[in-house]
């Protein structure tokens, strides 16, 4: 099984900075089939990332995925209110199909 | 507009059984892979089980193989979770979830359903 470990565990940012949040494998990700997933508290999670660097439809340009084999990235280059939440990567090319502990990013 | 929708969420007792559905409209629901995922109160995401579009192939994550059962019916657009000898943690919001596309074997998931609580307790 393929664990997935995120860092950190919580960011503390105002709105407008940026956000860089980690995602390890341990071991290599298949086709980098690599995925990243917003959660809100009492909503189901939104994908936003896939194939590590693909932004999913309606998704706006300040979330980017980088990152190849066992080192992920999800960035948000300015942040807005609605994007402090849980974000959680998968990765959905080994079975089974792993996420990690989630991130969670907060208000300062 | 794509939509999922989950139910057959209960309170039942260890050892019991519960058949989880989710309808699906607005997409070809027969050529999309689909999978439940489940979210325990307070914790992270957790893949349960995803079936192809043809349902030629089921894949279960291990601590639910033997007991739960990923089935569809593309008659009736509606994916379904049987689970058999329930156990306190497999408490959680079930949520079913569609394939992004139909291209590439495996995908992330992109249209989620809003979820079925299912609570094992006695």
């Known amino acids: 099984e393929i664990v997935l470990t995120q860092s950190p565990g919580t960011l503390s940012l105002s709105p407008g900075e940026r956000a860089t949040l980690s995602c390890r494998a341990s071991?290599?990700?298949?086709?980098?089939?690599l995925a990243w997933y917003q959660q809100k508290p009492g909503q189901a999670p939104r994908l936003l990332i896939y194939a590590a660097s693909s932004r999913a439809t309606g998704i706006p340009d300040r979330f980017s995925g980088s990152g190849s084999g066992t080192d992920f990235t999800l960035a948000i280059s300015r942040l807005e209110p609605e994007d402090f939440a849980v974000y959680y990567c998968?990765?959905?090319?080994?079975?089974?199909?792993?996420f990690g502990q989630g991130t969670k990013v907060e208000i300062k | 507009e794509v939509q999922l929708l989950e139910s057959g969420g209960d309170l039942v007792q260890p050892g019991g059984s519960l058949r989880l559905s989710c309808a699906a409209s607005?997409?070809?629901?027969?050529?999309?892979?689909m999978t439940w995922v489940r979210q325990a109160p307070g914790k992270g995401l957790e893949w349960v089980s995803s079936v192809t579009g043809s349902a030629d192939y089921t894949d279960h994550t291990d601590s639910v193989k033997g007991r739960f059962t990923i089935s569809r019916d593309n008659s009736k657009n509606t994916l379904y979770l049987q689970m058999n000898s329930l156990r306190a943690e497999d408490t959680a919001v079930y949520y079913c979830?569609?394939?992004?596309?139909?291209?590439?074997?495996?995908?992330?998931?992109?249209?989620w359903g809003q979820g079925t609580m299912v609570t094992v307790s006695s």
């Open positions: 979830a569609k394939a992004r596309t139909t291209t590439v074997p495996r995908d992330a998931f992109e249209i």
């Open positions: 998968q990765q959905y090319g080994t079975s089974p199909r792993t």
């Open positions: 607005g997409f070809t629901f027969s050529i999309y892979t």
């Open positions: 071991q290599s990700v298949s086709s980098n089939y």
